[in-house]
């Protein structure tokens, strides 16, 4: 079977037996990951091993420190704010959807914080990124959210207004996934449970000039006091760290994000000729703005949509269902989607029109 769910998502077969092979006794120790100490080099060596690969993989400069954290994306909606918008307190928002609002929402409930929504894709229903303008007021720093996990869209580039910028990146659907510049974002965060392992870590690439002018907070919540502390201020997800940085090292023998990106626009293409070649799908996402890891698209009949679900489950094509809010379905293609999944599924969708169309 084949699972296209947008968040748990499927991860390399191959780190999944290595997790399993190794489940009872991690490195000869005797002892599992479940069970060692996060104090012990077996730890240690493994969080320093997985911040090298992921490093390496996303060229991340030694000017920017990288956090294994919790809370996941969610809590970065709130961490970025507490401590980013220092000065003038004003964040300004582009709104691309249902996670970009969150995070204004979730900004909103700070004393002193002020976010401004600067461009937003409400009017086309976010099935575009709506163009940045000239940005004239004095932001603590602009929030992107860099692909839209149920609206399907995505930057393919960064809009030229934001040059100069601070610029904070949501990136939880699609990092390690697209060859993004690291030196382009002041901020990444990334929840794990996409593209880089299991539920329960929390990625940050931050630029260490952040860092100063923070005011004192509490030490969860403190940038600063998580990097003095290497993201180990109390137990950190032993388990979640180990497998994200099996899941690097299964990357770095892919050939690292470039290698990739190709192979997603490959998976992605196929799925877009797929509805573009139709007369029974529809995307209804712009073309330029069309997301790699995430794709949603609709019959035009809620019946027939409930039908395709329900018939590529039992086809073996499992988590096809679009999100709540949007309906229709959405086939979410991150690294560790074989392109012969990709396939599988365009077969079932032309045997599925050849029935129903
Ligand atoms: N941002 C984006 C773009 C997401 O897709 C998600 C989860 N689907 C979140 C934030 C929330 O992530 P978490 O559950 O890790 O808090």
């Known amino acids: 079977m084949y699972n296209f769910a947008a968040g748990p998502a499927v991860l390399p077969a191959e780190v999944i037996k290595q997790v399993q092979q190794e489940l009872t006794s991690y490195q000869k120790s005797g002892m599992s990951i479940l069970e060692i100490s996060h104090r012990s080099s077996l730890f240690t060596d493994l969080q320093a091993a997985a911040e090298n690969d992921l490093?390496?993989?996303?060229?991340?400069?030694?000017?920017?420190d990288v956090l294994f954290l919790q809370g996941g994306a969610t809590l970065q909606f709130t961490m970025t704010a507490l401590n980013l918008a220092k000065k003038s307190g004003k964040i300004a928002f582009v709104d691309t959807g249902h996670w970009s609002q969150r995070a204004i929402q979730e900004a909103k409930l700070l004393p002193k914080v002020v976010p401004e929504i600067i461009a937003s894709g409400k009017e086309n229903h976010f099935t575009a990124i709506p163009k940045v303008p000239?940005?004239?007021?004095d932001y603590d720093y602009v929030h992107l959210t860099v692909n839209n996990t149920i609206e399907g869209t995505m930057y393919h580039q960064l809009p030229a207004a934001l040059n100069n910028q601070t610029i904070v990146a949501d990136m939880s659907s699609i990092i390690l996934g697209y060859d993004y510049q690291v030196t382009d974002f002041d901020?990444?965060?990334?929840?794990?449970?996409?593209?880089i392992g299991p539920a329960g870590l929390t990625v940050v690439i931050l630029k260490h000039a952040l860092l100063s002018g923070i005011p004192t907070l509490p030490a969860m919540l403190s940038y600063p006091k998580q990097v003095k502390k290497h993201s180990a201020l109390n137990t950190p997800p032993v388990f979640a760290i180990y497998t994200a940085g099996l899941v690097f090292k299964w990357l770095l023998k892919q050939g690292g994000v470039s290698a990739m990106q190709q192979q997603n626009e490959?998976?992605?293409?196929?799925?877009?000729?797929?509805?573009?070649?139709?007369s029974l799908y529809r995307s209804p996402v712009a073309v330029a703005d069309r997301s790699l890891t995430n794709i949603p698209f609709v019959t035009g009949s809620d019946q027939l949509?409930?039908?395709?679900?329900?018939?590529?489950?039992?086809?073996?094509?499992m988590n096809l269902k679009g999100h709540r809010l949007v309906?229709?379905?959405?086939?979410?293609?991150?690294?560790?989607?074989?392109?012969?999944?990709?396939?599988?599924?365009?077969?079932?969708?032309?045997?599925?029109?050849?029935?129903?169309?």
């Not at 000239?134 to 007021?137: E, M, Q, V």
């Not at 901020?187 to 593209?195: F, M, P, R, S």
């Open 187 to 195: 901020l990444i965060y990334a929840g794990a449970q996409k593209n």
């Open 134 to 137: 000239k940005i004239t007021a």
């Open 305 to 317: 949509d409930a039908e395709f679900v329900a018939d590529a489950q039992a086809a073996g094509l």
């Open 55 to 64: 490093r390496r993989l996303m060229r991340i400069p030694t000017d920017y």
């Open 327 to 357: 309906g229709g379905m959405r086939a979410s293609l991150y690294n560790a989607m074989p392109l012969a999944g990709v396939k599988r599924l365009v077969e079932f969708m032309q045997q599925f029109e050849m029935n129903h169309g």
């Open 266 to 278: 490959i998976k992605a293409q196929l799925l877009y000729n797929e509805i573009a070649n139709s």
